[in-house]
């Protein structure tokens, strides 16, 4: 159950990857967007794409958004998402930083 109300950018990144697409995956984010997932970077959207493509829906993620609360910064927030399908399975954190309606920053661990 989430806490707060959703950013359309955070529902975008988890509907978009739940139904397989990849071109309104990546126009959550901003063009200049940073992606770390366990120390692993991917700068802009170039970087979101090649990350989406082996980590996300090119193993058929599908994700669950268990809760969500403000981050430590303004615009942040970070969620509890349960992820299944053909790569990672489990529940983890996400920390988004958001920019004029977009993923600015994504952090996973």
């Known amino acids: 159950m989430t806490t707060i ?3 359309s950018a955070i529902q975008t990144f ?3 990857t739940n ?6 995956f990546a126009a959550a984010f901003t063009d200049d967007a940073y992606l770390n997932d366990w ?5 802009g959207r170039d970087g979101v794409r ?3 493509r082996t980590d996300n829906i090119g193993v058929q993620a599908h994700f669950e958004l268990i ?3 403000p981050g430590a910064d303004p615009d942040g927030y970070v969620a509890t998402l ?5 790569g990672f399975n489990g529940t983890g954190q996400l920390t988004f930083q958001l920019r ?3 993923i600015a920053s994504l952090r996973i661990s």
């Open 14 to 16: 988890i509907d978009s």
């Open 67 to 69: 809760a969500l609360q």
């Open 19 to 24: 139904r397989g697409d990849p071109a309104a």
């Open 39 to 43: 120390g692993r970077e991917y700068r």
């Open 5 to 7: 109300e959703t950013p």
């Open 82 to 86: 349960k992820v299944t399908g053909n």
């Open 100 to 102: 004029d309606r977009l």
């Open 50 to 52: 090649n990350w989406d």
